[in-house]
């Protein structure tokens, strides 16, 4: 079993949707919880960051930890096509920069 | 404009070849790392830089040297590279504190192995 499981998708959603994206893991030991978005031919760029469990909220883009379930959703309100690209999820123990464990990614397209 | 500078952004080398990746951070943190990203596949630490001591070597084949010269600067360099070495290859950055942190990417160097 994967440490972290994340579907790749592709999904692909009507602009306007609200989007769901989701990762599992296994560790329970993990704390931080980090989501990057990736444009084709770019590097990740991070767009969220949480500790431990609860709602961040930031403009359309909410995070969301169930540490109880292992679980962790980065949701998107009123999609739009900019937000076409791969969302990978990290997470780590203890926040160091060389523990992260990351997701393959899932593709998002949103469509006119 | 991410902070963390890569280049060259694409680069072709035959298996003979010797090349380099380079890497500067704008961000005055004092980590550094280099990261491997094929498809379909989750991102690979190769190399932790603090303080531009090397921490951590991933099990990374020696055709992959790193180099970094000071805390904002970081090397790779290549040599008798094989096709399966092609892919992305990210450079990040971060501030490591005891209150956690997290990692700024660079935009990446595509390199493929002919």
């Known amino acids: 079993q994967k440490e972290v499981e994340q579907d790749p998708g592709p999904l692909s959603v009507p602009e306007g949707a609200i989007v769901s994206l989701n990762c599992t893991y296994s560790n329970s030991a993990f704390q931080y919880f980090m989501w990057y978005r990736q444009y084709s031919r770019k590097g990740p760029e991070l767009l969220m960051y949480t500790y431990s469990s609860g709602n961040k909220e930031d403009g359309r883009f909410t995070a969301q930890v169930d540490k109880s379930s292992k679980y962790i959703s980065l949701f998107i309100r009123d999609s739009q096509p900019s937000d076409s690209a791969t969302y990978l999820c990290?997470?780590?123990?203890?926040?160091?920069?060389?523990?992260?464990?990351f997701g393959t990614g899932t593709q998002l397209k949103v469509e006119l | 404009e991410t902070g963390v500078t890569q280049t060259p952004r694409h680069l072709v080398m035959g298996m003979t070849n010797k090349k380099s990746l380079k890497c500067e951070q704008h961000l005055g943190h004092n980590a550094m790392y280099w990261y491997k990203q094929s498809a379909k596949k989750p991102l690979e630490l190769m190399f932790v830089y603090n303080f531009k001591e090397q921490t951590e070597n991933n099990s990374v084949p020696s055709r992959f040297s790193p180099e970094c010269p000071n805390s904002s600067h970081l090397f790779l360099h290549l040599h008798t590279l094989q096709p399966e070495d092609s892919a992305l290859y990210l450079c990040?950055?971060?501030?490591?504190?005891?209150?956690?942190?997290?990692?700024?990417f660079g935009e990446g160097s595509w390199l493929t192995v002919v």
């Open positions: 990040a950055s971060s501030q490591e504190d005891r209150n956690g942190n997290t990692i700024y």
């Open positions: 990290a997470m780590s123990e203890t926040g160091g920069g060389n523990k992260l464990t």
